[in-house]
């Protein structure tokens, strides 16, 4: 089986663009959270979504925002892109918002803002 | 400010050697999870530890979760050349479902 697919594995944009990412969850799993990940530190949370409705948001400004499909594909968008965006962007998705649910982890898109 | 402090921040050691790496906080997860990342790779769960005072064995490695559910360590027996990578902890707390994670501590074992 698939595991989580991320695509595109490598961007560059300029300040000021904006971005879309996607993310293809294993099959049968429900639920799609996003995640920051700037280099040598841990993943920040930035969205969750269950069943195509946000259930969680971190703590990021407006310009990032997300969505959920019929399929349980997702999509991260940011506007306005800073210098500050640059990271790897990981996607993980779970069967549901279960607690002990673990989470599976895509290889990331790796955004370089110039 | 982590939630979840991790400690060390690096840690360089010999093929062969013992070690232990630390994930503590003041605040209570009703779970917590270990993982380990490559470069260029998503994160690989490696454990979940829900009970306090629960010990999970995956062969050399040894996952421990505190009494009272505030801190967890990980403990590496005779290390090998293909344990080095980034090693996270997270916790979900009792109220949301999010995962607070760590800032992960970089293990690189040396033949």
Do not use: M
Not at chain 1, 64 to 75: G, T
């Amino acid at each position: 089986d698939a595991g989580v697919t991320q695509s595109p594995t490598h961007l560059i944009k300029t300040r000021g663009q904006h971005v879309t990412l996607r993310c293809s969850p294993i099959s049968g799993h429900k639920s799609v959270s996003w995640y920051q990940q700037v280099l040598g530190q841990g993943p920040q949370f930035i969205f969750q979504y269950y069943e195509k409705e946000e259930r969680g948001r971190g703590n990021f400004p407006d310009r990032f925002s997300a969505r959920q499909f019929p399929n349980y594909s997702s999509e991260l968008n940011v506007n306005a892109l800073l210098l500050g965006d640059s990271a790897l962007y990981l996607c993980a998705s779970s069967l549901d918002l279960g607690g002990v649910q673990p989470q599976h982890f895509g290889d990331g898109t790796r955004l370089s803002i110039l | 400010t982590q939630l979840l402090e991790q400690s060390p921040q690096f840690l360089s050691i010999q093929e062969g050697e013992n070690l232990t790496v630390y994930c503590n906080s003041s605040s209570v997860f009703s779970s917590l999870q270990w993982y380990r990342q490559e470069p260029g790779e998503g994160p690989v769960l490696l454990v979940t530890v829900v009970t306090g005072g629960e010990v999970k064995k995956l062969k050399r490695l040894t996952f421990q979760f505190g009494d009272a559910r505030k801190d967890s360590s990980l403990h590496i027996t005779a290390a090998q050349p293909g344990d080095t990578g980034l090693y996270l902890c997270a916790g979900r707390r009792d109220s949301n479902y999010q995962l607070i994670w760590g800032a992960g501590t970089k293990l690189i074992i040396k033949p």
